[in-house]
């Protein structure tokens, strides 16, 4: 079972940057791509950013494309989502998770980590 660990969100002020990072206990076939999701409080969980771990390919949906850059670490089993330019809307739960299904969907997940809260002030 793949053990996924998140670290790094916070408080931040709008305009401001933060860097999340997630960490993974091992990689195997079912978590080849990795990526981050979001929850902001009454909304349903978005997907935000995959990548995989052999070729770096990276994927993102529209509306964080040119703000937020997904990027690894193999030799640390490692992830980070690099978010600039928040703004209050990105106040949510950030979610890592790993999939063997490359861009990463909902109903693919084969873990979850715990989440981290991020938090954007105007």
């Known amino acids: 079972q793949v053990q996924l660990e998140e670290s790094g969100g916070g408080l931040v002020q709008a305009g401001g940057s933060l860097r999340l990072s997630c960490a993974a206990s091992?990689?195997?076939?079912?978590?080849?791509?990795m990526g981050w999701f979001r929850q902001a409080p009454g909304q349903e969980r978005e997907y935000l950013a995959s990548t995989l771990w052999n070729s770096g390919s990276t994927h993102y949906t529209n509306s964080v494309k040119g703000r937020f850059i997904i990027s690894r670490d193999n030799a640390k089993n490692t992830i980070f989502l690099q978010m600039n330019s928040l703004k209050p809307e990105d106040t949510a739960v950030y979610y890592c998770?790993?999939?063997?299904?490359?861009?990463?969907?909902?109903?693919?997940?084969?873990?979850w980590g715990r989440g981290t809260l991020v938090t954007v002030s105007s």
């Open positions: 091992t990689r195997t076939s079912s978590n080849s791509v």
């Open positions: 998770a790993a999939s063997g299904v490359y861009p990463l969907m909902l109903r693919h997940i084969n873990n």
